[in-house]
Antibody, heavy 120, light 112 residues
Framework: QLQLQESGPGLVRPSETLSLTCTVS??????????WGWIRQSPGKGLEWIGS???????YYNPSLKSRVTLSVDTSKNQFSLRLTSVTAADTSMYYC????????????WGRGSLVTVSS | QSALTQPASVSGSPGQSITISCTGT?????????VSWYQHYPGKPPKLVIH???KRPSGVSDRFSGSKSGNTASLTISGLQAEDEADYYC????????????FGGGTKVTVL
């Protein structure tokens, strides 16, 4: 059974870089049928798509975050990662990683989420 | 691009049917079948309940159904139950790039 698990610091200082990793277990990340995505939810707000990446490295970003976001993938570790630079309090969110079904653009499996707080 | 438009809240009594709307544009919902819906309980990850406008994943109750008309997609929950009280989000391919998607603002469903 495929599972996704986010990991990373729960506290990041303002202006610094937020880094999270999603570890995929139970199946290989190297499938052309899927992309691997990040979605966040700020306190009291809705879901926001951050970006998605193919195992070969092609990445797609939310235009509103594109200047600050980098996604990467490490197939040897079955992981993919998120970097968000120059964070502010507005980036305080629950961050989810999820699997995107490539052909039909829906997220069928989600990680449990990782809460990241931006504060000095 | 702005979030898809959903009502902030919808409520119903047990056994009733409710419908949540999700309005986009002719460039996203209106142009593609790539509309999905997610059920989200506080403290848990979102769960897919509908994909490709009206398809239910295995294990999802047939009380959940989806449809689309023009630029608006809808999620209907029939035979409302207490366990259906949650937040619901629609999501659509934006059509602007290969795999860009956008979520709705979310709808809180309350079972009276």
């Amino acid at each position: 059974q495929l599972q996704l698990q986010e990991s990373g610091p729960g506290l990041v200082r303002p202006s610094e870089t937020l880094s999270l990793t999603c570890t995929v277990s139970g199946d290989s990340i190297s499938s052309s049928d899927y992309l691997w995505g990040w979605i966040r939810q700020s306190p009291g707000k809705g879901l926001e798509w951050i970006g998605s990446i193919h195992y070969r490295g092609s990445a797609y970003y939310n235009p509103s975050l594109k200047s600050r976001v980098t996604l990467s993938v490490d197939t040897s570790k079955n992981q993919f990662s998120l970097r968000l630079t120059s964070v502010t309090a507005a980036d305080t969110s629950m961050y989810y990683c999820a699997r995107l079904v490539r052909a039909y653009r829906f997220f069928d499996l989600w990680g449990r989420g990782s809460l990241v707080t931006v504060s000095s | 691009q702005s979030a898809l438009t959903q009502p902030a809240s919808v409520s119903g009594s047990p056994g009733q049917s409710i419908t949540i709307s999700c309005t986009g544009t002719s460039g996203d919902i209106g142009a593609y079948i790539f509309v999905s819906w997610y059920q989200h309980y506080p403290g848990k990850p979102p769960k897919l309940v509908i994909h490709e406008v009206n398809k239910r994943p295995s294990g999802v109750s047939d009380r959940f159904s989806g449809s689309k008309s023009g630029n608006t997609a809808s999620l209907t929950i029939s035979g409302l139950q207490a366990e259906d009280e949650a937040d619901y989000y629609c999501c659509s391919y934006t059509g602007s790039a290969t795999f860009d998607v956008i979520f709705g603002g979310g709808t809180k469903v309350t079972v009276l």
